[in-house]
């Protein structure tokens, strides 16, 4: 015999969605990329007559300590905009992840793990949480590998574009499985290239005009700097952004399934954008249960 009891149907479980961000948050981040970009793309602004190459050799530390206030300052606005504890301790937790996972490769032809933690943390978090969590990782791992030098202002701002660019990919409620994982791979190797052009940009104004044919000359045309450019990317640091689109993409493709569920499970869990409440006070519901944020009980 059968029962003819109904089981009752199981409740949808909510989707992950990305952390929201606000007016001022969204205003700072567009503040420090527009100040970031005119950081890594003045000498091609600057003209034979400008000035700004007498001071090249001060240019680095400016830009050094302007940048890192600024970040500072994303960080604090996005914290502002109601990141709780649960947010900042998986901050924590992943910027530690990528923090470990960059020198497993570090020196050997642009091995480097950490770059697809950082777009699949994007892409289920969101640009905002995304901007932040690319700058601090890079933070933690100079200080892990003693990489901390003029040009980590210029890796926390690469990295930070890096992961909030996943946070803007399309279709984060319809696109899944393969289609989803094929996306992201493609974005992380267009992505690699992109961070080791932008940090070839930090260095390459300043090397000696004298010493290098593709090194940059303040008396030269514009065109005829963005040629060295090019020359200067091909020659000193194709192979080593290759291999870092290479690793993102086989990473992204080999274990993205896995890592993308367990990060949109914890995001669900953690409910970031659920505040917790109480119903009533003691002397009024005595019996009454309260209510909390899903699978939480106080």
């Known amino acids: 015999m059968t029962s003819s009891r109904a089981r009752p149907a199981s409740r949808p479980q909510p989707q992950a969605r990305p952390i929201r961000l606000g007016p001022r948050s969204v205003a700072a981040l567009v503040l420090v990329g527009a100040l970031g970009l005119a950081a890594l793309t003045w000498p091609f602004f600057s003209g034979p007559t400008s000035q700004v190459g007498a001071h090249a050799k001060d240019a680095p530390w400016l830009f050094a300590g302007l940048l890192v206030l600024l970040v500072g300052v994303v960080a604090a606005t996005i914290s502002e905009s109601g990141l709780g ?27 480097e793990p950490m770059f697809f933690l950082m777009v699949l943390s994007g892409r289920v978090l969101g640009p905002g949480f995304g901007f932040v969590l690319g700058s601090v990782t890079m933070f933690a791992s100079a200080l892990l590998t003693g990489g901390v030098g003029p040009w980590m202002p210029f890796q926390m701002l690469s990295m930070g574009w890096f992961t909030m660019g996943a946070g803007l990919l399309p279709g984060p409620d319809r696109l899944r499985g393969r289609g989803e994982l094929a996306m992201l791979a493609a974005y992380g190797f267009v ?99 309260p209510v909390t944020s899903p699978g939480r009980t106080l």
């Open 191 to 289: 992505a690699a290239f992109a961070y080791g052009t932008f940090m070839n940009l930090a260095g390459w104004p300043f090397m000696d005009a004298l010493s290098s044919n593709v090194a940059f000359d303040a008396h030269d045309a514009v065109h005829t700097n963005l040629a060295r450019f090019i020359a200067y990317c091909l020659a000193t640091s194709l192979g080593w952004d290759l291999g870092r689109a290479t690793v993102t993409v086989v990473l992204t493709l080999t274990l993205g399934a896995t890592v993308l569920k367990a990060l949109r499970r914890a995001t669900r869990r953690a409910a970031f954008e659920t505040p917790v409440t109480f119903e009533g006070s003691e002397g009024d519901h005595a019996g009454a249960a």
């Open 85 to 111: 504890p649960k947010a900042v301790a998986m901050l924590g937790v992943l910027a530690a992840t990528g923090a470990a996972l960059r020198p497993i490769g570090a020196g050997t032809a642009g091995i």
